[in-house]
């Protein structure tokens, strides 16, 4: 057992690379990108074979939220990292050195977000606070997913269409700042902090600079009204963020962006988009997704030694909807240095 430099020790992201499960989540340009922007300690768990080659392995990250105590995550603000790990035996191994480290950190929790697989770890809590939805784009036509579309999700598409909306796919600067700019107004609106964004600039240059995602903007008469940031790695698009101005709706450029994002991915022979964790709270969302097609799935998330922490909040809580009603009503320069100080803590 040993825990390695992502950022110096190259065998990681061959060994990700090389796995069933390897995610764009579990590559080392997502550490740089939480290291940069969070300074959050990595602990990258890995179990080595004779020859020198890494056989098992579990990211994690340290995250110090000041009086709240320190806990260890799988992954900071994702949505799910599994463990790859592939017997239960490496199991045991990997999580006795896991738990060595929350004993040295004197860590108050560990959340690890995603399955663990067929291990049969009694001492992890589990909580399901969130759904998934993956869509299938393996050996699809454009025409077998259209088929399968709800008609308002087809509707919505045409509309978009009607009024001459248009997509543009970039990897830009600009792009990210465009999108930066409607992430802001989209999550005061949500009564939710907006990234920093730090998050973003770091997120173009280790992700999208390395050709791992994009900015996808939907423009009316040459204004961008609609965006959205899509990962990609080993044949999964990850819909990761999105943002709008609420008054161009009504043209469902939302729609015509993941209609636009679906073809470019039976195009460049992606096996599936992942749309990403919702809560069964928001009904609506989790409608919007079941429209596409996409199949739906229990998103577990394990503690220990008990379920604590942002991610286990329900948002029909009372403290949930309080802190919402509160942020949309705060100045968006305020939201804007609220998320750079302290989004952090909601990791």
Known sequence: MSII?????????????????????????????????YNFKPYYFVLEGESGNIKAGWPFFLVDNGVFGKKLISIPFTDYVNPLVNSENDYKKVFEKILQIYKIEK????????EIGNSNNTSLKPNISFKNFILNLQGKFKSDIWNNLHSSVKRGIKKAQKYNIRTVISSDLN??????NMNVITRKKHGVIPQPYKFFLNLWQYIIQRKLGFVMLAI???KPISSAIFLHYKGTMF???GASYTEYLKYRPNNLIFWQAINWGIKNNFRSLDFGRVSPDNKGLMNFKRHWGAEE????YYYYPGVKGISSMKQSSLKYRVATS???????KLLEE??????????
Do not use: Q
């Not at 690379?17 to 290291?35: C, K, Q, Y």
């Not at 860590?107 to 995603?114: D, L, T």
């Not at 792009?175 to 930066?180: D, S």
């Not at 799935?297 to 577990?300: K, R």
């Open 107 to 114: 860590c108050k929790n560990i959340e690890i977000r995603g």
């Open 326 to 332: 509160i942020l949309r009503k705060t100045p968006t």
């Open 5 to 37: 430099n992502t950022a110096k020790d190259k065998r990681w992201d061959e060994f990700v690379r090389n796995h069933p499960d390897g995610t764009v989540f579990h590559l080392s340009n997502w550490a740089e990108v939480m290291i940069r922007t």
């Open 338 to 347: 609220l998320g750079n100080k302290f989004y952090r803590y909601f990791a």
């Open 175 to 180: 792009a990210v700042r465009i999108f930066y």
């Open 220 to 222: 009316l008469d040459n």
């Open 239 to 241: 819909y990761k963020y």
């Open 297 to 300: 799935f229990n998103l577990p």
